[in-house]
């Protein structure tokens, strides 16, 4: 299911990286790129048994997931620094520092533990800072609406999915279908937001 569901986000982003032309959907563009490639190489081991390849869908896996959340926070620092005025903005240099965190995971890629530790905040960071973001510009205009609803859901998957194992392990279909729900109501919220925010900045100018 999430396979089909990010093939249609990953569809809708490179829509709008085409048509607005802005470095901040492409990198959201390539992490759900990379999240497709994870859900198949998950379909496919789940139908395959092979110790090989299991261990390397394993691996793709894990650290398409850490790339993924790089490029994510990367790409919301993109969009903090754009709703910022001229004068304000920070240098687009800034924006890559998130990159980083793939460096920091090789540094504990034997320590199971701290990797878990790691990809939960990393996760819960992510939300965190699309939570206060959107919220601000919910408040501002309601246009990102939808989007902040697709955070909120979000939210609840990794609650369920890092916090409550019951969930996590024995009932995988809950969280999944949220990150499903979530991953088509934000990308919709975009397409929704973009052209009223593009429109109004216009009328502004």
Not at 21 to 39: D, Y
Not at 135 to 156: A, C, E, Q, W
Request: net charge positive; glycine share 6%; charged share 10%.
């Amino acid at each position: 299911m999430l396979a089909l569901v990010s093939v249609f986000v990953v569809s809708k982003l490179l829509g709008l990286t085409n048509n607005r032309g802005r470095l901040k959907f492409l990198g959201l563009t390539i992490a759900a790129t990379i999240f497709t490639l994870m859900q198949l190489l998950a379909f496919a081991n789940s139908v395959t048994d092979n110790a090989s390849f299991a261990a390397a869908t394993n691996f793709v896996i894990e650290w398409g997931h850490v790339t993924c959340l790089a490029l994510i926070l990367s790409s919301l620092a993109v969009f903090i620094r754009e709703s910022k005025p001229g004068f304000a903005q920070f240098p687009m240099l800034y924006t890559a520092f998130p990159l980083l965190i793939v460096i920091s995971y090789i540094l504990v890629n034997d320590t199971y533990a701290i990797k878990r530790w790691l990809l939960t905040i990393y996760q819960g960071g992510a939300i965190v800072v699309s939570l206060l973001m959107y919220g601000v510009y919910t408040y501002k205009r309601n246009d990102y609406m939808l989007v902040l609803s697709g955070v909120v859901i979000f939210l609840m998957a990794h609650i369920l999915f890092w916090y409550i194992p019951s969930i996590s392990e024995s009932y995988q279909w809950i969280w999944k279908a949220l990150v499903g729900v979530a991953m088509i109501t934000t990308v919709l919220g975009y397409e929704q937001a973009e052209p009223k925010v593009a429109a109004t900045s216009k009328e502004d100018n």
